[in-house]
């Protein structure tokens, strides 16, 4: 049993309020997931000369102001912006380059993120304390896609904890379980894919991505996703521009919208929405099984 969150903000006003409104959203679904958390939030995106890299390190000492200085010195146009032990790096170097440099020279920070507009944390802890550590109520964006962990097929790590990005601009979280992650791991692996946990959703992001790589519109991913998925599931994913939202054909795993012209949200449960601005008039509802929902910035 996990949580899901999403907020996508139509009106521009709202914007820098994103992460005051989520944030409620979050800590709401505490009790569905108390092991750890995480959230993608999408920002103005930077100019496409850039890329920005979320990174994560465990070292609570590790010095962050010491590799902004080295990464200066080594890639082009580099700044780090530094919330507690996560760092936003954004450069005019190429990304595979930055990344084998950091893992050559800094094995032990991990690249969370890569893209124009993302910017994601994630950790273990509970909604509120983790969303302390990283100042989330004063993030700001269009959209944001978030979720709270009960683990139940791996372990409680950094790593293990959602959302899971794959290629840019581009993550998923997960309500639910697969019972073949083995063999979609293996199929990935066998074309290329790399990963970094052990986590059944890591597969189910890594699969929906290349599908999409490979030419599919994400509706149709999806649907090569309901052939080759063995298990239930609600998967909440974030683009660029884009929310999108999807349950398994059984409908096994709660998700509940409302849709104002203000807004769209979405969460396991609807009182992690009674807080937000005129709810009372929001078109709320449950999506259908098998259905692709998608709302645009």
Not at 19 to 40: C, K, N, Q, W
Not at 163 to 187: F, M, Q
Not at 227 to 242: C, P, R, V
Request: with cysteine.
């Amino acid at each position: 049993m996990c949580g899901i969150v999403g907020l996508l903000l139509k009106n521009e006003a709202l914007r820098p309020r994103l992460g005051e409104l989520m944030v409620p959203m979050l800590i709401g679904m505490t009790e569905r997931g108390p092991d750890s958390s995480g959230v993608a939030a999408f920002t103005t995106p930077v100019d496409c000369r850039f890329r920005k890299l979320s990174l994560y390190c465990a070292d609570a000492t590790f010095q962050w102001k010491h590799l902004e200085g080295l990464l200066s010195e080594a890639f082009e146009d580099v700044t780090v912006v530094i919330r507690a032990n996560h760092g936003i790096l954004t450069t005019a170097s190429p990304v595979d380059g930055v990344r084998r440099w950091l893992q050559t020279a800094f094995p032990q920070v991990h690249v969370l993120s890569v893209g124009r507009a993302i910017d994601l944390y994630k950790d273990v802890g509970l909604p509120s304390e983790v969303s302390d550590r990283y100042a989330f109520p004063s993030l700001s964006g269009t959209h944001v896609v978030a979720h709270t962990r009960m683990a139940t097929e791996s372990a409680v790590t950094p790593a293990n904890a959602h959302p899971y990005t794959a290629g840019e601009d581009w993550c998923l979280v997960h309500n639910g379980s697969l019972a073949n992650p083995g063999s979609i791991r293996r199929k990935l692996e066998k074309v290329g894919a790399k990963f970094e946990s052990d986590c059944d959703t890591e597969g189910a992001c890594r699969y929906l991505h290349w599908r999409l790589d490979g030419g599919d519109t994400l509706e149709e991913a999806l649907h090569h996703a309901f052939e080759d998925f063995d298990g239930f599931f609600t998967f909440l994913m974030g683009t660029h521009n884009k929310l999108a939202l999807v349950r398994d054909p059984f409908a096994c795993k709660p998700a509940v919208v409302a849709e104002t012209d203000q807004y769209v949200a979405i969460s396991s449960e609807f009182r992690s929405l009674a807080h937000l601005p005129d709810i009372r008039n929001a078109n709320v509802f449950e999506p259908k099984p098998s259905e692709v929902y998608s709302w645009a910035v």
